[in-house]
Every structure is written in C-alpha cells, then in structure tokens.
C-alpha cells in the first residue's frame, strides 16, 4: 500500500469540502418521481445513491487524480442524459468520476459458515427469532468478532442482525446458526442482546452495530472461520485507499478485497426506510463479489497487518460497505479480543 493512499486523517481539505458540498447538492432522500416499468432515471434525486473520495478512473484504469465520486445505480450514456439531470465534471477544482453501484441494500436478511458450530466462531451465521407480526420470518446474519467491555466477552455484529433495526428488546435470544440455516430456537441460543447503537432514519449514521452477551464464554472462540485465523492485535487499523482487505461471511465464506474509498456518505435501503451514513469504507472484490446478502456482521481484516479495519453491513451487486472498526468500538465502548 502506497503511503500517499489516502486515509480518514489524511483527506485533503479541498478534497473533503469538494465531497460534502457535492452531499450536500445531489444526494437526496427524496425520490424524484414514482419508478415506472423498467426505467433509468438520470435525474441524481433518483439514480446518485452515494458520494466518496477515490481515484480518477478513465478509460477503464485508476489514475493518480483524486476525485469526487459520485456512486449511482446505473450508468448512463451522457448523451441520453438531459441537461438538467447532469452531473458537474468538476466541483470547484477538484474533478469528478462517476462509478455504478446499483442499489444498497443491508446484507443481512434472507437467503459458507451456516452450520451449528461449538464454540461459535467469527465467520459464522447468527441471527435473532421474529416476533409479533413478523413470527414466521426467518433470518440469519454474521458473527463478526468477540469483543470485551468491562472483561465480559460478546459477539458484535450488526444491529440489523442482533436487534432487527432497533425492534427487539435488550434481552432477546441470540442464535447460532441463524434460523434461516436451522430453525432450532429451543436448542441454538448462544446469547442475548445486550446492546446496540440505535439506527437513525433521520439525520446521519456512522455505523450498524450491536452486542450480545455470551451465555457462556466457552460457546465462542475470537479465532476468525477459515483462512482469516487469529488477529495479531486488539487493536484496529485505520482503513487506507488501496488496502487489501479479507472477510469471511456467513454466505460467501472467505473472499477477498481492495479498499476503493475511505470516505463514502452513502444512502442505504433499510426497512425503516432510506439511511444516510456517512465516512463509510467501501470494497469491491476481484473475480468474485467480497460479499452478498447473509453477510452483514462480517469482520473486515487488512491481509499485511492482520488486523481488524471495518465491519461489514451493506452492498450492492458490485459494492460493499462497511463501518470503520474504529468508530464501531468507540461506539460501543468495546475491545476486540483476539486470544
């Protein structure tokens, strides 16, 4: 990883007032007008889902310019774009870029680590019992790390795979595997919830995270499923433009990945409706897609270090994004546990 890769602390401030000017002008919560059949719609209120920092890219290869990158759910050809709906090819003197995502969605629900596993390892399916209205429902997510706050271990990973979107009361079960994988709610508890940040559908968020207390500390182990191992430090590390990243994921099992912003203030599709996060990592894979939906919760780890930079919770078909592990600890007022 080159030094001059660009990092959370060392984002110019040209660069960083270019991007939030930029949030602040095209991406909208508010859709332009009802979807129709099977459309496109340039207008950036419909089509811009994200704006970030990366590297130019034209003609198919990264150049050395930094830009304003606009992340939208399809490209289109300028020429089929009205001049109303265009996006500025520079903000200030900074350039801009245009990337397809297509749509982000939260990668926790529905239909690899699915099966019952003691103890219980980062990398496998976890997940919460619908209630109410929702009984019926299965789900399963990721267990991300073991983590400690005040000498008592739990497993983190998302909210939306610990607390169903800020729905279920502190105290809920906690399953291992998921019940999507096994639906045995009278023999798989390994947990309860103990904690989460609460997901805001108004304002902005910095991450998706949530603990559960362990039944017992002999039902897990922090040593991270298949070829990720053991973490070589408590400590994160700062998340870098370029960094080669691996996670292994209740659904695709271990893939890996490169870092392509540090930055991204995106909008996200939640049941409680459209969420903004903002300063969010975002990953792309190399032949396969790092990640699909099952495998919110996963721990993202830089490969050199070996050790934790982010939490996944989100994606799209191309896409993943995921909280710095910094801001998830902090948060939740927890250390990663490695031994």
């Known amino acids: 990883m080159a ?106 629900n529905p239909a690899a680590e699915r099966a019952y596993k003691r103890p219980a390892q980062p990398g496998c399916s976890v997940g919460f019992q619908f209630t109410g209205s929702q009984a019926g429902t299965v789900m399963a997510g990721t267990f991300g790390a073991v983590v400690e706050v005040n000498g008592i271990r739990y497993i983190l990973s998302n909210n939306h795979v610990l607390a169903n979107q800020n729905a279920l009361p502190i105290g809920s079960a906690i399953f291992q595997p998921g019940l999507l994988d096994k639906n045995a709610p009278g023999k798989d508890a390994i947990a309860k919830l103990a904690k989460f940040v609460p997901l805001k559908a108004s304002g902005s968020n910095k991450v998706d995270c949530a603990l559960a207390k362990v039944d017992a500390d002999k039902l897990i182990s922090p040593i991270v499923m298949d070829k990720v191992g053991a973490l070589k430090s408590v400590l994160p590390i700062t998340a870098a433009v370029a960094m080669k990243v691996e996670k292994t994921g209740r659904t695709t099992g271990y893939t890996t990945g490169t870092v392509t912003d540090v930055a991204a203030t995106m909008k996200v599709t939640y049941d409680l409706g459209v969420l903004t996060f903002t300063d969010q990592i975002l990953i792309i894979g190399g032949a396969e897609a790092f990640s699909d939906a099952g495998d919110s919760g996963s721990l993202i780890v830089d490969r050199k270090t070996k050790r934790a930079t982010g939490l996944l919770f989100a994606g799209s078909a191309s896409h993943t994004i995921a909280n710095h592990m910094e801001d998830v600890l902090h948060a939740l007022n927890a250390t990663i546990v490695i031994g």
């Not at 979807?35 to 704006?51: D, E, L, Q, R």
């Not at 109303?84 to 870029?97: A, E």
């Open 3 to 108: 030094s001059s890769e660009l990092r959370p602390d060392t984002i110019p401030d040209n660069l960083r007032a270019a991007k939030e000017a930029a949030v602040a002008q095209f991406l909208s919560k508010e859709p332009a007008g009802p979807i129709m059949a099977f459309a496109a719609h340039s207008n950036p209120k419909n089509n811009v889902v994200g704006v970030g920092i990366g590297r130019k890219i034209k003609d198919g290869k990264t150049t050395a310019r930094h830009s304003v990158r606009f992340y939208v759910k399809r490209k289109l050809d300028v020429k089929s774009i009205d001049k109303r709906f265009l996006l500025p090819k520079k903000i200030g003197n900074v350039p801009t870029d245009v990337i397809e995502t297509g749509e982000f969605r939260p990668f926790g």
